[in-house]
């Protein structure tokens, strides 16, 4: 409890630089607001599809109940405010668009049981508001249809109501082409069990109809085209490039250090275990290969550079290691696991992918079949 109370009164420095961008002449969009309750707790603000782990995201001072900050106030995009009474464990969510007005959130007690409250004069956040009621009360009227086996995570009741409250945004989304509606459409790529019938080939179809010629420039935007683009990310399609610096600073291109070789490409972060773990199992296969054309190319999903030294330090792992701070390159959001801590991709000599997330003995067995 201690290093929760101290921690709401620490205002990040990384905050402190956000904010004083955001008045260096540019126009911002003020968020202030209050916490009721005697609980201590933390507020982190972070734009839309970054978590407390893996994406911008920042601490709010909360002093005698009351906290502020500046966010940049561009082009249209969606923020967030997230109360955390323990760390990792989110208890109530402000959303909003950050536009140039004042933004007030309230976030009541736990005890009240309500979702917090947000006053804003903008036309976005009216329209937001609005978005908000209509699908949550298409939502309540679709799950008169279902029994209450449908709140049973992963029962069949629960994936045919989950389909059908994603097909409520998407009809959203479909008859509103706007910001608010590319918000709904964004999310709907974030998913993790989105239907396959919008995956394959519907989302892309709307945007492209509907959303790319106003808004592909936006972050918004460009975040549902790299998530069309991510779906080329199978067996038999191909692994998309990048460019990211090592723990030196130096920057490296993926496809100039894998090209014409067999390669492993290793999406992990220092916090996830099991990708660690994963990681280390195929150091004994990168012994065994790395001099017939076979090589691996790391990159860690992290918020500082010393917790990837630190990791790369006791895994010892002997090949590239490259680092994503603060999703800076949009690596992750590319490969399609905005929410997701890694993946690993087992491609060919000409790029062609071989294998998803393939275990050691599975990368050992295509390699001698091949080498």
């Not at 709904?184 to 396959?196: F, W």
Request: hydrophobic residues 35%; glycine residues 8%; contains cysteine.
């Amino acid at each position: 409890m201690k290093s929760i109370i101290k921690l709401c009164f620490v205002v990040l420095a990384a905050l402190c630089a956000m904010q004083g961008a955001a008045r260096g002449g540019q126009e911002v969009c003020h968020v202030e607001g209050k916490v009721e309750g005697t609980e201590a707790c933390v507020l982190l603000v972070m734009p839309d599809g970054a978590t407390d782990r893996t994406g911008r995201s920042d601490t709010v001072a909360v002093i005698g109940g009351r906290f502020s900050c500046d966010l940049p106030a561009g082009e249209p995009a969606v923020w967030w405010v997230r109360q955390y009474h323990r760390p990792g464990a989110c208890t109530a969510a402000a959303r909003f668009f950050a536009t140039g007005d004042t933004v007030r959130i309230t976030f009541h007690p736990a005890s009240a049981e309500r979702e917090p409250t947000v006053c804003s004069a903008s036309p976005l956040n009216a329209e937001l508001r609005l978005a908000d009621s209509a699908i949550a009360a298409a939502r309540v009227e679709a799950k008169k249809r279902y029994s209450d086996s449908a709140d049973i995570f992963r029962s069949d009741e629960y994936f045919r109501y989950n389909r059908e409250c994603q097909e409520i945004e998407f009809r959203y989304a479909e008859s509103h082409p706007s910001p608010v509606g590319l918000h709904c459409l964004a999310g709907l790529t974030r998913d993790v069990e989105l239907d396959s019938t919008l995956a394959n080939g519907r989302i892309e179809a709307l945007y492209n109809e509907k959303y790319a010629a106003h808004f592909s420039e936006s972050a918004m935007g460009r975040s549902v085209r790299r998530w069309i683009e991510s779906r080329s990310l199978r067996v038999g399609g191909r692994y998309i490039d990048f460019t990211a610096a090592d723990k030196d600073g130096r920057r490296h291109t993926l496809s100039e250090e894998i090209g014409g070789k067999y390669a492993l490409i290793d999406l992990w972060a220092s916090w996830c275990g099991p990708c660690r773990q994963a990681s280390v199992s195929m150091i004994p296969v990168y012994d065994r290969y790395k001099d017939r054309g076979f090589t691996v190319v790391g990159v860690a999903r992290e918020r500082s550079k010393a917790s990837f030294r630190k990791a790369l330090e006791r895994d010892g792992y002997p090949w590239l290691n490259l680092v994503e701070i603060d999703d800076e390159n949009g690596i992750w959001e590319r490969y399609g696991k905005t929410y997701s801590a890694g993946g690993t991709y087992l491609v060919g000599p000409d790029g062609t992918i071989l294998a998803i997330d393939p275990t050691a003995e599975e990368v050992e067995g295509i390699l001698k079949e091949r080498l």
